[in-house]
C-alpha cells in the first residue's frame, strides 16, 4: 500500500483560496491514479477531483468545476488540489486517495489508501 499525508488545510474567509498537497511514499507514486475526496459533518464521503498516473486525464465533481485544480508533481510523489473561490459549502475534511486502477477517477470505485485527512474550514 502506499502511505499518503496530505496538508495545507485551514481556515479561509469566503472568495479566498487553499492549496492542499498530499505527499505519498512507499510505491511507485506514478503508478497510482490520485484523487481528492471531501466529507463534512453528517454528510458521506465524495469524490472531487481525479487524476491519472500521469496527469493527462482530470475530472471533477460538478460542484468544484472551474473552481479547484487538480495536479501532480511525479518526480515529488506529491499531487495537489488548489482550491479558489471557496465558499462555505467547501467545509469539509479533505483526503487523499490513491488507487491502481482508473476506474477511481471515472467515480466508479473507491481509492485503495486514503490519507488521514485535513480540515478545510470556509467562513463567511
Known amino acids: 500500500q502506499v502511505q499518503l499525508v496530505e496538508s495545507g488545510g485551514g481556515l479561509v474567509q469566503a472568495g479566498g483560496s487553499l492549496r492542499l498537497s498530499c505527499a505519498a511514499s512507499g510505491r511507485t507514486f506514478s503508478n497510482y491514479h490520485m484523487g481528492w475526496f471531501r466529507q463534512a459533518p453528517g454528510k458521506e464521503r465524495e469524490f472531487v477531483a481525479g487524476i491519472s498516473q500521469g496527469g493527462g486525464s482530470t475530472v471533477y465533481a460538478d460542484s468544484v468545476k472551474g473552481r479547484f485544480t487538480i495536479s501532480r508533481e511525479n518526480a515529488k510523489n506529491t499531487v495537489y488540489l488548489q482550491m479558489n473561490s471557496l465558499n462555505v459549502e467547501d467545509t469539509a475534511v479533505y483526503y487523499c486517495?490513491?488507487?491502481?486502477?482508473?476506474?477511481?477517477?471515472?467515480?466508479?470505485?473507491?481509492?485503495?489508501?486514503w490519507g488521514q485527512g485535513t480540515q478545510v474550514t470556509v467562513s463567511s
Open positions: 486517495g490513491a488507487s491502481s486502477s482508473y476506474s477511481m477517477v471515472l467515480r466508479r470505485t473507491y481509492p485503495s489508501s
